[in-house]
């Protein structure tokens, strides 16, 4: 199975900018498929944050947004709210397995 | 609204296997797939595969194959999964979520199941 991978965590102070990554190990990403992005509250299911690379469901902060670049991809989270401290899981398609998709790691936001 | 409603709560001993179903409302259930995603305790999301509701085709990580079985009841809407020969490392919470292009888009509440002898 690939493997994407994310740091386990990051933080930042309120209102400040963090940064995520999301990095592929078996020519994912850079083979082409997207990447979506996940974040996860404490005792909740995941919730879709962006999809296909770059597009915010309807709903979601414009303080999120997520970028793409050869074989790495990136969340960005402006203007920190304790409200989003949570787990971030990046997902992309499996090109090992057809029809299979992966999920990073996840990396745990602390807003300090 | 997309709805996905998942079964409860399961306890099991070690060698049983567990059938979790996932009910789907407020959409046309054969349009899209659905995806299993297992999360064990206090560790990430694990992609474990994907059923097409139209023809029940799956496909399934190769992590699982063997041991979990997706299946779909297009007159009730309903998606099932089961996981046979249940070992301590798969108490998790089981999640079902709806495929849309190749993202999760709509996800259940999620199932947990304990294996405990």
């Known amino acids: 199975q690939s493997v994407l991978t994310q740091p386990p965590s990051v933080s930042g102070a309120p209102g400040q900018r963090v940064t995520i990554s999301c990095t592929d190990s078996s020519s994912n990403i850079g083979a082409g498929y997207d990447v979506h992005w996940y974040q996860q509250l404490p005792g909740t299911a995941p919730k879709l944050l962006i999809f296909g690379n770059t597009n915010r469901p309807s709903g979601v902060p414009d303080r999120f947004s997520g970028s793409k670049s050869g074989t790495s991809a990136s969340l960005a989270i402006t203007g920190l709210q304790a409200e989003d401290e949570a787990v971030y899981y990046c997902?992309?398609?499996?090109?090992?397995?057809?029809?299979?998709?992966?999920f990073g790691g996840g990396t745990k936001l602390t807003v300090l | 609204q997309v709805h996905l409603v998942q079964s409860g709560a399961e306890v099991k001993k070690p060698g049983a296997s567990v059938k979790i179903s996932c009910k789907a409302s407020?959409?046309?259930?054969?349009?899209?797939?659905i995806h299993w995603v297992r999360q064990a305790p206090g560790h990430g999301l694990e992609w474990m595969g994907i059923i097409n509701p139209t023809g029940g085709s799956t496909t399934y990580a190769q992590k699982f194959q063997g041991r979990v079985t997706m299946t779909r009841d297009t007159s009730t809407s309903t998606v099932y999964m089961e996981v046979s020969s249940l070992r301590s490392e798969d108490t998790a919470i089981f999640y079902c979520?709806?495929?849309?292009?190749?993202?999760?888009?709509?996800w259940g509440q999620g199932t947990l199941v304990t294996v405990s002898s």
């Open positions: 407020e959409y046309t259930f054969t349009n899209y797939y």
């Open positions: 979520a709806r495929d849309s292009r190749g993202f999760l888009d709509s």
């Open positions: 997902q992309s398609y499996d090109n090992l397995l057809s029809g299979s998709r992966v």
